[in-house]
């Protein structure tokens, strides 16, 4: 990855040390270099996925007086990527002989509040189709002016992601079938304020409202071709793992401690389901109780997520003495509970908890770094 830079130049003119932000800014005097602005974006796992510097076309940046009583140098402007490779800024303002710490994030068109006592984004909420969902990516610089004739380096601008990016797969070895049309996660916490980082190599820190839970479901396409990403996965007689998302590259959620749902008829925490259906290996139907029509079943997870993290749930089922998991306590479509593909009672009279088909899921998370690209692996097994 090519980086850019933040760079800020020197000004030749001395200013008191007394004077106000304002009236820095009025005594800017002849000759004196702009402030300019280069970037980086750190970790990206898919050169495709969301925001990275082929795609990253404007940002926005204030600033404060890097001190122990720091004031307001400038709120949030816009900064635009240039045909040539250049960032343009929106206005023109010059390094002062204060020190000097940046705050920027993207996208632009986010309420980032940056002032003397407080850096940060109230009330933020995940959109619930993860191509509408924001891959936000902050930044934090510092830079002091050098004394003339001497010029300012570059000041770097490190942007680093602050959700946490989720995807789903799966597994079976055994001669059971399992077809799958759909994958949803449930009970997450998806309202946040988010706190800009402050140093270079932070990422910014969040906080959850706990009653904020949300459900986000992909669904695939029964009637799509093989080969297309919608159509349906079918698994039997195979470690090979299959993606569940279904054409999309994962959800962006917001990074926090999940609280795992108690794997009862009530939604009380987070879990995992897949719209599947069974069949052992005559071709009986085992899961759910209607042919024709595609039921949840469901894992809870109790993972940590960080921002700038990448957490891969490979669901394994029938493996190692595993078999398909429990019953979804809302066995229905968040996003249209009349879904005509999905059977609401997939389970007859048995409740969300229930064991599907003999014994629960196991399964792992592999968790990559954006930044590094280290991994850890979790699986999760049926």
Known sequence: MKPHRFILLALPTLLLASCSIDTLKQEQAENVSPIRFHTSVQGMTRAAYKTDLSNLNAFKVGALTNESAPEVYFTPMEVTHEPDGTWKNTITYYWPPKPLKFYAFAPGDLPVYITATAQQLNGFTVASKPADQKDIITAWGQGVRATPPAVNGPVSLNFRHALAQIEVRASNPS???????????????????????????????????????????????????????????????????????????GWLLLPQVLIPWGAGPVADGAYLAVLCTIHDGSGRLLFPDEEGLYGFTAVPI?????????????????????????????????????????????????????????????????????????????????
């Open 175 to 249: 001669d059971t079938k399992v077809e799958v049309l759909g994958v949803k996660i449930c009970h997450i916490p998806s309202t946040g304020n988010m706190y800009m980082p402050q140093s270079i190599d932070a990422y910014p820190a969040w906080s959850v409202t706990a009653s904020s839970t949300k459900d986000f479901f992909i669904k695939g396409d029964r009637n799509a071709p093989d080969g297309d990403p919608r159509a349906i996965v079918t698994m039997m007689n195979s470690t090979e793992v299959h993606s569940l998302m279904f054409g999309e590259e």
């Open 302 to 382: 109790d993972t940590i997520w960080e921002p700038g993290h990448r957490y891969v749930y490979t669901l394994n089922f029938f493996a190692n003495g595993g078999s398909a998991g429990v019953l979804d306590p809302y066995p229905l479509s968040p996003d249209d509970p009349n879904d005509p593909d999905i059977d609401p009672t997939p389970g007859g009279s048995r409740q969300g908890g229930d064991i599907v088909v003999n014994s629960p899921i196991t399964f792992t998370v592999e968790i990559t770094d954006w930044v590094n690209h280290g991994t850890d692996n979790t699986d999760i097994g049926f």
